[in-house]
């Protein structure tokens, strides 16, 4: 053992605790089963890929239960370098007076920009921003204005009052934020990551993905770790967060629990899909697939569970602006049949259209001149809006049989056959393929079109806190979560995490929801801070469910 290692091992409440403290940590998560540190076989790195190589780290790993560990990890300390700063709202170069400002422009519109700060007595500078080359996108990304070096965030009031004289907006942030090129193997720090670990070899109990009670409410990832009596629990997928956006805390993309399929996909973004009889997970490109049948012909299906005209992510046939997927954007469409099952909530949503129940027994029970109604018991309804609500009363009368079909296909073409302890939760980009680094941002939807970049930069670019999950070559799953958006945590570039999926020995991996949804709960508490100060509700959480009776 390395002589600079330290560790002690301690027994409490029946759980196995190991901490250790080195340069260069040699610790797997899932080391800890019998409280001793060493090799496993694990390709997993002696220390995180984050950050100068010479940075101190250590690793406390506690075993839940036989089979699964979690790993918290602190890498890295103060950072004399840092400091906190104004980054201006750059105006449009453009003559739309309503154009949207932005953190990054060109080179002579930043320049204009810092020359007028200048005249009006603010030290302003440009900085060109270079982004690290990713699978599809990266390299130049624009340029900044920034102004001051402060000690600390309150220190900039006075600062931005004078950007905002001189006719500009600011906000202050804190250049430990940033995810320039080159940053990641300079900056110093710090880093704090919780990493829960599960050995399908080993683990008796069921990974699982839960909502709560319904989709259209959200839940703390604490309160669904609670309800279900978890052992440990990340958040999971996007979600609805805006009522305008649709119906809040819905999935913003595919979303299968207990072997139901109650949303659809994005596209062909990335899903993480659980098979809870083996505790396995994969990575996995799945498309949407549902149909409405009857005797006189068929229509297709464009949703399932959501608001009929409101596309959180985008990523549908005839979708407007795009019918491709375009992060944290809501797609319209006035022409769409949307089905609803019983998950849904008390009612579905109200609105002009036509909606039609249907019983158990796939039988047309009623038809509704306006949407709006309770889901019969074990039944669907399916609403109707625009042009397709003549199209749904010819398929549809009293009496008639009407098949739904709400399914998914992988990349083959082929259907995703699901049983009760399928999960799927949507998220993206990809991060991790085959062992190598694919982070897929334009594929799936993380670039912006027409906006100067700005989305990317903030979205991509910046470190920001991060939930991700996959697998390690020993098929073990990792669900991980990285604080940020603090001095205390300065969060992950989507090419951190990817680099950090790595050092952690994953093969597969990819992104889910993060920033203030970001959260990881073990032993009946939260693990991490949360970036907003306090944990949000969320749309849905992958649990590790404790072992059961039988043993089966």
């Keep these: 053992m390395n002589d600079s290692l330290k560790h002690r ?53 506690t075993t839940l239960a036989p089979g699964v560990t979690l790993t918290k990890i602190s890498r890295g300390g103060a950072d004399s370098s840092l400091f906190w700063t104004a980054e201006v709202a750059i105006p449009a170069d453009s003559p739309d007076p309503d154009a949207p400002a932005s953190a990054l422009s060109s080179q002579d519109t930043a320049q204009r920009t810092a020359d007028k700060l200048k005249a009006g007595g603010v030290d302003a500078r440009v900085e060109h921003v270079q982004s690290p080359q990713l699978a599809d996108a990266g390299g130049d990304l624009g340029y900044r204005v920034r102004a001051g070096h402060l000690a600390a965030q309150a220190d900039g009031a006075a600062l931005v009052a004078q950007i905002k004289a001189a006719g500009f907006a600011s906000s202050v942030i804190y250049t430990g934020w940033d995810g320039d090129a080159g940053t990641s193997t300079t900056t110093r720090g710090p880093w704090n990551l919780d990493v829960i670990t599960v050995d399908p070899g080993k683990y008796q109990g069921q990974l699982a993905a839960s909502f709560g009670p319904d989709l259209e409410k959200r839940e703390t990832t604490s309160q669904l770790a609670s309800d279900a009596h ?18 809040e805390g819905d999935p913003a993309g595919v979303g299968v629990y207990r072997g139901r399929v109650l949303s659809e996909a994005v596209a062909d973004r990335p899903a993480f899909v659980i098979d809870g009889k083996k505790n396995s997970s994969s990575i996995q490109r799945l498309t949407w697939a549902g149909k409405v049948s009857a005797p006189s012909g068929e ?28 992060q944290d954007v809501t797609c319209t469409n006035s022409n769409e049949l949307v089905t609803f099952t019983p998950e849904f909530g008390p009612t579905t949503p109200a609105g002009p259209g036509l909606e039609v129940m249907v019983d158990s027994h796939d039988t047309v029970t009623s038809i509704a001149d306006t949407r709006g109604a309770a889901v019969p018991a074990g039944g669907h309804t399916i609403q109707a809006t625009g042009t397709d609500v003549a199209r749904l009363r010819a398929l549809a009368p009293v009496g008639a049989k009407l098949r ?16 009760k302890a399928t999960s799927v939760v949507n998220g993206g980009p990809l991060l991790v393929k085959d062992g190598s680094e694919d982070v897929t941002v334009r594929h799936d939807g993380m670039v912006h079109p027409n906006d100067g970049n700005s989305f990317y930069y903030g979205w991509v670019h910046k470190r920001n806190p991060r939930t991700f999950a996959g697998t390690d070559a020993q098929g073990r799953t990792m669900l991980v979560t990285a604080d940020g958006r603090s001095t205390a945590s300065l969060g992950l570039s989507l090419k951190e995490e990817a680099d950090v999926a790595l050092s952690l020995g994953m093969v597969q991996a ?38 059961r009776k039988d043993g089966q």
């Design 230 to 247: 978890a052992l440990a629990a990340v958040n999971a997928g996007f979600f609805v967060f805006d009522p305008k956006a649709g119906a």
């Design 299 to 326: 229509a297709a299906l464009d949703g399932i569970d959501r608001v009929p005209g409101l596309i959180r992510n985008c990523g549908g046939a005839n979708d407007l602006p795009t019918s491709g997927p375009l």
């Design 9 to 61: 091992t301690a027994l409490t409440g029946g759980l196995v605790v190991a901490v250790v403290s080195a340069l260069l940590s040699p610790v797997s998560p899932a080391q800890a089963d019998d409280g001793r540190i060493g090799d496993n076989g694990s390709d997993q790195s002696s220390h995180l890929n984050l950050g100068a190589a010479d940075l101190p780290e250590s690793r406390t790993v």
């Design 510 to 547: 990819m992104n889910l929801d993060g920033g203030g949804s970001t959260t990881a709960v073990a032993q009946g508490k939260i693990q991490n801070s949360p970036s907003g100060g306090s944990e949000r509700a969320i749309g849905d959480a992958l649990l590790v469910l404790p072992g």
């Design 404 to 419: 739904i079909d709400a399914g998914l296909l992988g990349q083959d073409g082929k259907p995703l056959h699901t049983n």
